[in-house]
């Protein structure tokens, strides 16, 4: 299994400009998540889906969107980049059943600069 | 709140043993884990303990859960410099949310 596979490694956009990050994995897992992981900070929430065709906002989902088509895939989207969206983004994966939740394997980021 | 708070920095010397706390607010609490993270790289998980666990011990890994004060520690025994890192702590809430304190980075001292 290659297991959480992100693309790309690395990005910078102009403000305005609209990117899409990509998502994918390979666990047949249920959940799948995006962060952000801001310079000294921890991870920030920004979308979650529970299953294919559902999704959630997370802690900071203002300026993205996501969609959830197919189990494996979780593509986030950037439609006007701004500097504040400056961040490394992880993508993580879990398989939940009922209350026991397996323990989350996470992708090696897409570090993005908005400039 | 949502909060899962832990100190940012922790100094210990090689061969000593490391204790990082944490703190979380939602009682409802399902799991706890400790995360690590390398420079530049993404997240490892190191262990995590379900809720109606008091302890739980993984070669030089010891998680102590103190439920009724809300409180998690991970201890590393005979720390080394590999062991220089950033360890999060996460909680995952009944709603399926995993949230993440923002990181205590651990200096090993020669």
């Known amino acids: 299994n290659a297991g959480v596979t992100q693309t790309p490694k690395f990005r910078i956009l102009k403000i305005g400009q609209s990117m899409t990050l990509q998502c994918t994995q390979d666990m047949n897992h249920n959940y799948m998540y995006w962060y952000r992981q801001d310079p000294g900070m921890g991870l920030k929430l920004i979308y979650y889906?529970?299953?294919?065709?559902?999704?959630d906002k997370g802690e900071v989902p203002n300026g993205y969107n996501v969609s959830r088509s197919t189990t494996e895939d979780f593509p986030l989207r950037l439609e006007l980049a701004a500097p504040s969206q400056t961040s490394v983004y992880f993508c993580?994966?879990?398989?939940?059943?009922?209350?026991?939740?397996?323990?989350?394997?996470f992708g090696p980021g897409t570090r993005l600069l908005v400039l | 709140g949502e909060d899962v708070e832990q100190s940012l920095f922790l100094s210990v010397r090689e061969g000593d043993s490391s204790v990082i706390n944490c703190t979380y607010t939602?009682?409802?609490?399902?799991?706890l884990y400790w995360y690590k993270q390398e420079p530049g790289a993404g997240l490892q998980l190191l262990t995590y303990?379900?809720?109606?666990?008091d302890m739980k011990q993984d070669q030089r890994l010891t998680v102590l859960l103190n439920k009724k004060d809300k409180h998690l520690s991970l201890r590393i025994a005979d720390t080394q410099t590999g062991d220089s890192a950033i360890y999060f702590c996460?909680?995952?809430?009944?709603?399926?949310?995993?949230?993440f304190g923002k990181g205590t980075r651990l200096h090993i001292l020669p």
């Open positions: 993580a994966s879990s398989q939940k059943q009922g209350l026991k939740q397996e323990t989350q394997y």
């Open positions: 939602d009682s409802s609490s399902t799991y």
């Open positions: 996460a909680e995952s809430q009944r709603d399926d949310k995993i949230i």
């Open positions: 303990i379900f809720s109606n666990m």
């Open positions: 889906s529970v299953g294919a065709g559902i999704t």
